[in-house]
């Protein structure tokens, strides 16, 4: 932890830094990719191109900083491990840690000139280096647990099978080309990398869609179309338009902490669009196991059309013995299918109208504001929050710039 003096540096300039924060971390990130280009393709270039990453890193080592010299708490727990099982996921070496800190260190001093006194320097490098130091050992479990490291990262798979699941939806299932079983907890992710046709590399997260002990993994995959604020996907359009079965795809071991709890307590699963992967995979492994536990689905789209997953949910939810479907569109609900039992609504979704069952577990998983509005709704309701699980995806911009109400126990990835 940090010296008594660092602590007090620190506490004193941290309003200096954050106000500065997205313009440190831009010029940090100019600094580092000029200096060593094959970082780029460890970064995800929409996030880059859209300033998500500046504010992810930025928002991160601020809250950090501000936890460690004691001026605001956070579940420094929760954080650090999702971070890490993020960096587990795409190779991240300890040795990267020295060049983004030299970098980081040049930038802040760049941006805020004069100010940083060599005593501010190195209350900041101290900070900086706690960080690292706990990430980089959190990173060396996690890789020695799944039997991985930084200097391999991916294996080679084969795309086995694939399968539209809406008219932007695409479900690839994965097999080792090495015949590994793969062991990955329900609610885990892996990352797949890919090389794109001007040779850069790409590495993006999905969530496994399938149980346990299924055969091959399956990710389902929804093609980002460019909105105005993000472009199109990379990844998600080269696996669309250019992933077929036979092809060999670079799929990390599965990483990620929101996992299905393994007791018996009720569940509710929260999901919207993409974000139905994890539920999918949790009401696989359920039916698979002909779980009694007490389980309600709620789920939100656009639409009937564009639910991914609609049928499979329906067809493994309602074979549970103790299960409520909930579902909400934005339009057509009057066209969805809706067994007996399973309730159909107009609109976003409403954290009021959710079944809760007594002592349940949340899981969340959707667009951020989405899970934002679901989580409000739930604590008002008296849900504790370290019963709220949720998965983020994309960059780490989880956290919410101008408050340090950080979430309970949050984790990665994109579909
Ligand atoms: N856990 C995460 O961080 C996840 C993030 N995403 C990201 O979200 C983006 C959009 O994902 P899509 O599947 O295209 O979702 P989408 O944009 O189709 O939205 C799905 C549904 O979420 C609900 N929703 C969205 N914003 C809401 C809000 N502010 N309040 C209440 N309900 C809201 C609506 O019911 C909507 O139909 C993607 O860029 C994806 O990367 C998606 C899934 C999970």
New binding site residues.
Partial sequence: MLSEESARVVRATADVVAAHGEEITARFYERMFAAHPELLDLFNRGSQANGEQRQALAGAVVAFAGHIAGLRPLPLGALLSRIAHKHASVGIAPNQYVVVGRHLMAAVAEVLGDAVTPEVAAAWDEVYWAFACMLVAEEARLYERAGSGFERPFHPHRVVRRQAETA?VESFWLEPEDGRPIQHRTGQYVSVAVRLPDNSRQIRQYTVSSAPGRGPLRITV?R?REDGQ?PA?LVSTHLHDHVRVGDRLLVSPPFGDVVLPQDDSPLLLV?????I?PAAAVLDELATHGSAREIVVAH???SPA?HPLAAELLATATGLSRHTVQL???SDADSAAAPAGVEVRSG??DPAALRLPAGARVL???????????RRGLLDRGVPAERIH?????SDA?LPRSTPAAPAAPAA???
């Fill in positions: 932007d929804k980002h993000r996907g999901t919207a669009g993409i974000g992967t939100a789209d656009r564009s909400w569109y934005e976003l979704l969340l998983c959707g667009p951020l504001p989405f899970m934002r509005h679901v949720y998965e983020v995806f994309g989880w990835p994109v579909g």
